[in-house]
């Protein structure tokens, strides 16, 4: 653990570059895709299009809210905030579309601040953080079970913002694996696992997904969420985010990510802070 210290100057840009790197760091994309059939890229490409034309036509357009948009899109990459707009409007309908055949537990977006092999806390354990770390106590004890109802070997990935909306590797001041860790399960497939209860948050704004929500008269909220990778050999992963309930902003995510079953029921904890039980249910691998 080390002294708690706050982040200075975590701008939207340094933390969209943080998520641009990471995204190009941790994952392979266009190798995943590779034998896709030029038949369906010609169809996704040409309905998207159709898309934006229609929406041209129906609203006339005019040049120079055209080059308004071109020029934001190409400070978008700029920066590098893409992984930040997909993450937050449009991933919650890839999620849907991709996990709809799913009876076990459903899930959410994973965002654009994951960090793979945070460090391994065994099955009872802290995740890392500050001394003195800002927020609740929170003690969460769950289980990890299949669709049968049968106990399985598992892992729990957890990771959360701090007590003001920064998470460790995106913002600078911060330890590297703060708030960020891996907890395996017992032989009865339980853990328990002791943190913080984050606050809500605005993604930030001072880049130009904030310019966009400015402009749209929106808000940049997000409720208080906790994140989650839960995973089991010989079954799918679950990418999930449990939220609290009361939140001012469950009702109206920015990220339109909350449903009604990652909602907590956390109780007082007698010494201070709040115990939560929630558990895992995982759809075998098809």
Known sequence: MTTMEHPTEATAAASGASAT????ADKSPFEAVKDTPPERVNTLAREVLA?????IRKHNVSYDEYNALK???IQVGEDGEW????DVWVEHVVEEVNTSHR???KGTIEGPYYAPDAPEQGATGTI???DNEDGDPLVWTGR??????KPLAG???LWHADNDGFYSQFAPDIPEWNLRGTFSTDADGKFEITTIRPAPYMIPTDGSCGKLISAAGWHPWRPAHLHVKVSAPGHELLTAQLYFPGDAHNDDDVADAVKPELILDPKPAEKGGYTIDYGFVLDPES
């Open 155 to 157: 892992k729990v990935e």
């Open 21 to 24: 790197e990471r995204f190009h």
């Open 83 to 86: 992984p930040l707009f997909l």
């Open 103 to 105: 009876t076990g537990n």
């Open 51 to 55: 898309a934006v034309h229609s929406t």
């Open 71 to 73: 020029a934001w899109l």
């Open 144 to 149: 990890i079970t299949s669709t049968d109802g």
């Open 128 to 130: 890392p953080m500050r």
